[in-house]
């Protein structure tokens, strides 16, 4: 593939990222889709948008969040110099709320008075929640049974927050099925609801419209590491579910090509079982949940169940832009097990004080294989996605502990 | 395009003067030779058009029942491979029902367009509905199969409004299928009133034949549909009938047993003396 200009146009104006993306949704959303999009350009052109989230991100989330010099992670590994990105910081504990609050703005925009969203982990179920309470505003969210069961702190907030959380009993009854679900919602509640999709996947404008309020994160890294070494990091690490996140973090650099970026995806068991999440490297093209990408599924289309300790992670798809840069070879993914991801999980608690999402200590877990082998002045970043709270029931379990 | 099994049947059943009977069964469920069973009773029972419905994991625009009916036919092992193997098996001894395919886009991206619209007109496929490819990706499915000599039927919901509809009638062919609610499938059943609105209004931009589904259950209810519209599709109500089924036998005969109940509903309207008055 001949070297590209840019990585940073897409999507083209039918929501295309090479051949991922697109619009594949029932002619009841078109609509609904198409008025979303006209909206969220609109808001862009809106300097009063941009005033009112930025004032909201920085009084109500807490933004910026701080660029952490890990130096008992760095000291462990004794190669490359490592920075953690404190997602986990903000207010509800994860990047997600990024997101929501710029989607409910756009919501009160359009004189929507419900929200609805799914959720896996429960952390942007949480975000969704929060921003509705914030605003007023009518909140459903669709869960998996089994989500339902492994996050249970999370299942609490989102009541405490006022939303209906509606278990979905469909399927293994995890994040994949409670998007289905949250889809056959819109599907009915056309008139007054707003879909706050959580990740960069979903048909066009969301992957764009998620990246675009994700990409905070990066933009702070990029000032915050002139600010603390005077130049650009050389790696950026990142864990992969839907690519919110990921996203997030990579696209401000996608064009400095010093910059190496790598995604973390889900291994599970190990990709050799076929128990995990790792659509990139397990999986292959195809069409769900509005978009083209890379997913799980069998020889005849249907898709299969993916597999992670993680809720955030147990998605057989991703967002369509990271099919088009792992095409393209821009960024390189990676995977991690459960195991490898419990190991980091308790090895950043022991040595750095925090408690990482699970999702979040997937990205931790690569360190081990990257970082000793590099020199001492080579600079990575870590997204921590999340704060590891709502997961200790999970690792108290897996660990063998009764709690 | 030459005409295909679904213009035929449209024109005889005006020229006769009445509605056209749209069933839809889902291909493989509960197995694939009760399913195979069905299909061939179908026509004999009153159906006018056969919808085979391709078994998904995550059919997005369906409800309950249907999302059942494909899980069932997975669990039994069907795939796009055997349903278009049913759809000839069924066209031995039937030439003449229009059988239109009706899914979700995954499985014959994963079998390859190329290969499938071969396959499905070979086969004895008489027209495509494809949920999950909008007018927006006419390019992906929709073209390929008009050159292929396959009727790719669209859909039009209350949310299609004036602006929109030109689009989703561009490259549809066969005929129209209205939506009469926003929902999944199986929800509650429409307003006879607003349907016909809809359905003015639908007339004043194409010519092409509507039926009209989702929420039809009885052949009292189809009736009132077929005073408005040139066909009534009922799905949900005999897919449930497959799962009462307390054998593959029973099940059979309660979805024939209904299709027969409904058909009377539909017959009983005359559209020529409607015509008139
Ligand atoms: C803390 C955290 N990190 C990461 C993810 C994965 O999502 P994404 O890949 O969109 O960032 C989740 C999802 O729930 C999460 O809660």
């Avoid at chain 1, 050799?272 to 069998?298: C, F, I, M, W």
């Amino acid at each position: 593939m001949s070297k590209l200009n840019s990585y940073r146009t897409g999507p083209d104006e039918t929501g295309h990222f090479g051949i991922f993306g697109g619009q594949f949704v029932a002619e009841t959303l078109m609509p609904l889709i198409l008025e979303l999009n006209e909206a969220y350009e609109a808001s862009k052109r809106d300097p009063e948008f941009a005033r009112e989230l930025g004032g909201l991100l920085k009084h109500y989330v807490g933004r910026e969040s701080p660029l952490y010099f890990a130096e008992r992670l760095t000291g462990h590994y004794g190669g490359a110099k490592i920075y953690l990105k404190r997602e986990d910081l903000n207010h509800t504990g994860a990047h997600k709320i990024n997101n929501c609050m710029g989607q409910i703005l756009l919501a009160r925009r359009m004189g929507k008075k419900r929200i609805i969203a799914e959720t896996g982990a429960g952390q942007h179920g949480v975000a969704t929640a929060t921003v509705a309470a914030r605003f007023g505003l009518k909140c459903a969210i669709y869960m998996g049974e089994t989500d339902i069961e492994r996050q249970k702190p999370n299942v609490f907030r989102m009541k405490l927050l006022g939303a209906d959380v509606i278990p979905v009993k469909s399927g293994a009854r995890t994040l994949k099925d409670a998007m289905n679900e949250a889809l056959r919602d819109w599907v009915t509640n056309v008139e007054d609801t707003f879909y706050i999709i959580g990740t960069v996947a979903g048909p066009h404008p969301y992957p764009q419209l998620v990246r675009d309020f994700q990409k905070i994160i990066g933009e702070e890294t990029r000032r915050q590491m002139m600010e603390a070494e005077g130049r650009l990091p050389d790696t950026l690490l990142a864990c992969i579910g839907g690519g919110s996140n990921a996203m997030g973090l990579f696209h401000p650099f996608l064009d400095d090509e010093s910059v190496d970026i790598i995604g973390v995806e889900a291994a599970g068991h190990g990709l050799e079982t076929g128990k995990h999440a790792a659509s990139l490297n397990g999986g292959r093209p195809g069409v769900l949940h509005g978009n083209r990408t890379y997913l799980l599924q069998d020889e005849d289309g249907q898709i299969t169940e993916a597999h992670s300790i993680s809720a955030g992670l147990d998605y057989p798809g991703i967002g369509p832009e990271h099919s088009w840069l792992h095409d393209v070879g821009r960024v390189k993914y990676v995977n991690a097990t459960d195991q490898e991801a419990l190991d980091a999980f308790q090895l950043c608690c022991k040595l750095e004080g925090i408690i990482p999402a699970l999702e979040s200590a997937h990205a931790l877990a690569y360190l081990e294989k990257l970082a000793p082998g590099l020199p001492k002045d080579h600079l990575i970043v870590v997204n921590l996605s999340g704060r590891g709270d709502k997961d200790i029931f999970t690792v108290a379990k897996a660990l063998g502990v009764e709690l | 395009m030459s005409e295909t099994r679904i213009d035929r049947r449209f024109k005889a059943l005006k020229a006769e003067g009445r509605a056209a009977f749209v069933t839809y069964v889902m291909a493989g469920d509960p197995n694939y030779q009760t399913s195979l069973e069905i299909i061939k009773g179908l026509p004999g029972a009153g159906a006018d058009i056969i919808e085979v419905g391709l078994p998904f994991t995550d059919p997005m625009a369906d409800g309950p029942a249907i999302q059942q009916a494909g899980l069932r036919a997975l669990a039994a092992g069907m795939t796009l491979r055997k349903t278009l193997k049913l759809i000839s098996e069924f066209r031995i001894s039937d030439n003449d029902t229009p059988i239109v395919l009706m899914g979700y886009y995954n499985p014959i991206y994963s079998y390859g367009v190329d290969k499938f619209l071969v396959d499905a007109k070979a086969n004895g496929v008489d027209g495509l509905i494809v949920v999950d490819l909008p007018s927006e990706e006419d390019a992906e499915l929709c073209l390929p199969a008009l050159k292929a000599g396959l009727n790719f039927i669209r859909l039009a919901t209350p949310t299609t409004d004036d602006k929109r509809l030109p689009k989703v009638l561009a490259n549809s062919s066969g005929f129209l299928y209205y939506v009469s609610i926003a929902g999944t499938t199986g929800a509650a059943a429409p307003k006879p009133a607003d349907v016909a609105k809809a359905l003015t209004r639908i007339r004043k931009t194409t010519d092409l034949p509507i039926a009209v589904g989702f929420g039809l259950r009885s052949g009292a209810q189809a009736a009132e549909i077929a005073k408005i519209a040139d066909g009534a599709v009922v799905g949900t109500a005999l897919v449930e009938q497959v799962a009462l089924g307390r054998n593959d036998a029973d099940a059979v005969k309660r979805v024939l047993a209904l299709t027969a109940e409904i058909s009377g509903g539909i017959r009983s309207v005359d559209k020529k003396i409607q015509d008139v008055t």
